[in-house]
């Protein structure tokens, strides 16, 4: 199925990349450039939705329902 939208966006993205043969460090450092730039003009900072340092490790999957379900090799035993 071809979407005109996404085959837009694939070709910007594609000629972009290749203005840095493909070079994924340049790219990057082009993006952040760019954000660096519309940071100052719009007086606005971009954020990162990175997990921040102190936030509690993932919770351990639940314990099966019926008791002939087994845990994946590795999982925690469950606690009763």
């Known amino acids: 199925?071809?979407?005109?939208?996404v085959d837009e966006i694939r070709k910007i993205r594609d000629a972009h990349a290749a203005?840095?043969?493909y070079d994924l460090d340049?790219?990057?450092r082009d993006i952040k450039e760019?954000?660096?730039e519309w940071e100052e003009k719009l007086g606005r900072k971009f954020v990162s939705y990175?997990?921040?340092?102190?936030e509690p490790a993932p919770t351990p999957p639940a314990a099966p329902v019926?008791?002939?379900?087994t845990?994946?090799?590795g999982s925690p035993a469950p606690r009763h």
């Open 1 to 5: 199925m071809n979407d005109p939208i």
């Open 19 to 21: 203005r840095f043969d």
């Open 26 to 28: 340049a790219i990057y």
């Open 34 to 36: 760019r954000e660096k």
């Open 50 to 54: 990175a997990a921040c340092p102190d």
């Open 66 to 69: 019926s008791a002939n379900a």
């Open 71 to 73: 845990l994946p090799e």
